[in-house]
């Protein structure tokens, strides 16, 4: 009987997530990877392969700013696999502008923090029936951006902002992440399934793939060896896969392994479960599960 992991992750054909699905796929996980772009796919599988000739490795498309292919996905995944022993959010965008998605949200909401919600809880039975299995959710230390979070309000805000406002909006997206994760793991406790979020602290892979001089600077950063994005992976693989996560759930957790507290708002249950219940009802009309 093969002891191989199925685990799927999320934003893996680029920076940190392909770094962690290579070191994954090392450690023989069968991995699904969510995409949006088939070029992507071709370029991540075969880079895995060069690395893993033996890997197995299944690509599933997916939008995560067109909320309903996000749960096409996650209905096909959960018909077709039997057990998931590990989902992997990752994917995330910091946009310098306000883009509004398709289905009418802002981009940084519905790519960081809408999708991923849908995703987990469309899959959220299958985590059950597979465990002992792991959510690990990418959040980040931005967080702090954000001072406040009123659900009614920043799930579906639209406003436009500047280059230099949109670090609070981004940051407002990774606070929902953690507020996310530690209501699931309430929720999902004495289930077998752990849920866990992570910083994966500062890192130059596709940084600021929107400003002009993203390239250069990283390639300064990196000559000066700042922001080693192999850090960033780690984190996200040991919460994935080390035994000494296993059994840990509802913590939040620095690139080096030590928790983490978050800003007040973030820590409180009452805010926790009421994001969770204004993200459960935007989420309805693609959520057959109504979770």
Same mark, same amino acid.
């Given at each position: ?141 931005? +967080?702090?951006?954000? =001072?406040?979070?009123? $659900?009614?309000?920043?799930?579906? /805000?639209? @406003?436009?902002?500047?280059? #230099? ?88 957790? +620095?690139?080096?392994? =030590?928790?983490?507290? $978050?800003?007040?708002?973030?820590? /409180?249950? @009452?805010?926790?479960?009421? #994001? ?16």
């Amino acid at each position: 009987m093969s002891t191989s992991k199925t685990i799927l992750i999320t934003g893996a054909t680029n920076g940190l997530g392909r770094i962690a699905a290579k070191t994954l796929a090392e450690q023989d996980a069968h991995l699904i990877i969510i995409a949006r772009s088939q070029e992507k796919m071709d370029e991540t599988h075969a880079e895995i392969l060069r690395s893993v000739p033996s890997a197995k490795i299944d690509f599933e498309y997916a939008d995560f700013t067109r909320l309903s292919t996000v749960a096409d996905a996650a209905l096909k995944i959960a018909e077709k696999y039997q057990r998931i022993d590990v989902l992997i959010n990752n994917a995330g965008i910091h946009a310098f502008e306000q883009r509004i998605t398709a289905d009418g949200f802002g981009e940084m909401v519905s790519v960081n923090y809408l999708a991923p919600w849908l995703l987990t809880s469309i899959l959220r039975q299958r985590l059950v029936e597979s465990a002992p299995s792991r959510i690990v959710t990418v959040a980040s230390e931005a +967080s702090r951006q954000s =001072k406040s979070l009123d $659900p009614t309000r920043d799930l579906t /805000d639209t @406003t436009t902002y500047t280059f #230099l406002g949109s670090s609070q909006y981004y940051g407002c997206t990774k606070l929902m992440n953690i507020m996310f994760s530690m209501e699931l793991a309430r929720q999902l406790k004495d289930t077998g399934v752990v849920v866990n979020c992570l910083c994966p602290g500062f890192n130059v892979t596709g940084l600021g793939r929107e400003v002009p001089f993203a390239g250069l600077l990283e390639t300064v950063l990196k000559l000066f060896s700042v922001g080693d994005p192999n850090r960033g992976a780690s984190i996200i693989v040991q919460l994935a896969s080390d035994t000494a996560f296993a059994n840990v759930s509802g913590g939040y957790f +620095s690139v080096d392994g =030590k928790p983490i507290t $978050p800003i007040d708002i973030g820590n /409180d249950i @009452t805010a926790q479960q009421l #994001l969770w219940t204004e993200t459960a009802k935007l989420m309805r009309k693609y959520n057959p599960f109504n979770e």
